[in-house]
């Protein structure tokens, strides 16, 4: 079992910037895949980024391509998404989430563990 716990929501206007935690516990490998996604009220929730744990490779969705980034601290079991320029459409509630898979990262479906969600209001 993977627990994750994500951390760093809240309230921003629009250009300003959150970073955004995920801190991973328990069985954690360096095979696992570290995805965000997030979710807006009536929605379907969306990838965001990902970032292989072994490599560093990272891939984004073009939505927040220059705007995102994601990283990683090892030592520390935790993944970060630095949010910046944001704006009101990138309001939704932020969720992590870990899988083995090594394709279809973009599909919530293949991540085996996720977090509790963290809510980024982002204001006109």
């Known amino acids: 079992q993977v627990q994750l716990v994500e951390s760093g929501g809240g309230l921003v206007q629009a250009g300003g910037s959150l970073r955004l935690s995920c801190a991973a516990s328990?069985?954690?490998?360096?095979?696992?895949?570290m995805g965000w996604f997030r979710q807006a009220p009536g929605k379907e929730r969306e990838f965001v980024a990902v970032i292989r744990w072994s490599g560093g490779h990272t891939d984004y969705a073009d939505s927040v391509k220059g705007r995102f980034t994601i990283s990683r601290d090892s030592a520390k079991n935790t993944v970060y998404l630095q949010m910046d320029s944001l704006k009101p459409e990138d309001t939704a509630g932020y969720y992590c989430?870990?899988?083995?898979?090594?394709?279809?990262?973009?599909?919530?479906?293949?991540?085996?563990?996720w977090g509790q969600g963290t809510e980024v209001t982002v204001s006109s």
């Open positions: 328990g069985r954690t490998s360096s095979s696992y895949a």
């Open positions: 989430a870990a899988t083995m898979a090594r394709i279809s990262l973009f599909s919530p479906q293949v991540y085996d563990y």
